[in-house]
């Protein structure tokens, strides 16, 4: 079955940098489009960058242009979100997830990350 | 960017009874709406795509419906289970793909 196990959530203070990785199994992970998804504390759900089935093509929401990067390894079935400057309005559960046709099809289980002083 | 508009922010309801939610965009997307089940503590689950069709492996309880601007998601019989947070999506007009801002359900 389709997995997505998330790593490399944490603490980092303003400005620092992190990188999420999300290692996919189940599926032919080279053929599908993915996304990653945050969550701030007790708020709803806010898409943050899409990337094509080859990683050519990537778009991001507007507050994370500039400041994230989402990659892919398709020879290791795994994705990245590099994420720099990063701010207090970034805490948030970041969740990678398998896209279809623009949807959310399957959602690893999360990975935590604050930034804060 | 389209605006998506959730309502009620809580619904509660007994089990066995119909819960109706509903979402509202600010253009229209066309049938190009999906449905999402949040429960506490994990991560959210495709319920819904396409305004009406069902992901697999979802009950037959959880229907969809609407076009344009107006949506609706119908659980005709609440279990126990079905409590948590609703959210709608659009993918008609993108980037940035957006969500709503949820529905709770509750069971009284």
């Known amino acids: 079955q389709v997995q997505l196990d998330q790593s490399g959530g944490g603490v980092v203070q303003p400005g620092g940098s992190l990188r999420l990785s999300c290692a996919a199994s189940g599926f032919p992970f080279s053929t599908y489009a993915m996304h990653w998804v945050r969550q701030a504390p007790g708020k709803g759900l806010e898409w943050v960058a899409f990337?094509?089935?080859?990683?050519?093509?990537?778009y991001y929401v507007d507050s994370v242009k500039g400041r994230f990067t989402i990659s892919r390894d398709n020879l290791k079935n795994t994705l990245y979100l590099e994420m720099d400057s990063l701010r207090a309005e970034d805490t948030a559960i970041y969740y990678c997830?398998?896209?279809?046709?623009?949807?959310?099809?399957?959602w690893g289980q999360g990975t935590p990350v604050t930034v804060s002083s | 960017e389209i605006v998506l508009t959730q309502s009620p922010a809580t619904l509660s309801l007994s089990p066995g009874e119909r819960a109706t939610l509903s979402c509202r965009a600010s253009q229209s997307v066309s049938s190009f709406l999906a449905w999402y089940q949040q429960k506490p503590g994990q991560a959210p689950r495709l319920l819904i795509y396409d305004a009406s069709n069902r992901a697999a492996g979802i009950p037959a309880r959880f229907s969809g419906s609407g076009s344009g601007t107006d949506f609706t998601l119908t659980i005709s019989s609440l279990e126990p289970e079905d409590v948590g947070v609703y959210y709608c999506?659009?993918?008609?007009?993108?980037?940035?793909?957006?969500f709503g801002g949820g529905t709770k359900v509750e069971i009284k």
């Open positions: 997830a398998k896209g279809f046709a623009e949807y959310f099809q399957h």
């Open positions: 999506q659009q993918r008609r007009n993108w980037p940035p793909l957006t």
């Open positions: 990337t094509s089935y080859d990683g050519i093509n990537q």
